[in-house]
């Protein structure tokens, strides 16, 4: 659901559990939301976007 998210996690050689543990983000939530069992919360996107250093509009376009 969030693929260009995962994709540039990916792309800095991290796995999303590597991800989740440094955002202080249960991995299962993550795991779940990414792929779209879960709400997006506005927090995890928030922290997400400030790490990955994009826009939260850029990461999670397509959950609009």
Excluded at 29 to 56: H, Q, T, V, W
């Amino acid at each position: 659901m969030y693929s260009k998210c995962k994709s540039m996690i990916l792309e800095q050689n991290k796995s999303i559990l590597q991800f989740a543990y440094k955002l202080g983000i249960n991995p299962s939530d993550l795991y779940c939301a990414f792929n779209g069992n879960k709400p997006m919360y506005p927090k995890y996107k928030r922290l997400i976007a400030i790490e990955l250093g994009a826009s939260e509009e850029e990461l999670f376009e397509e959950s609009k």
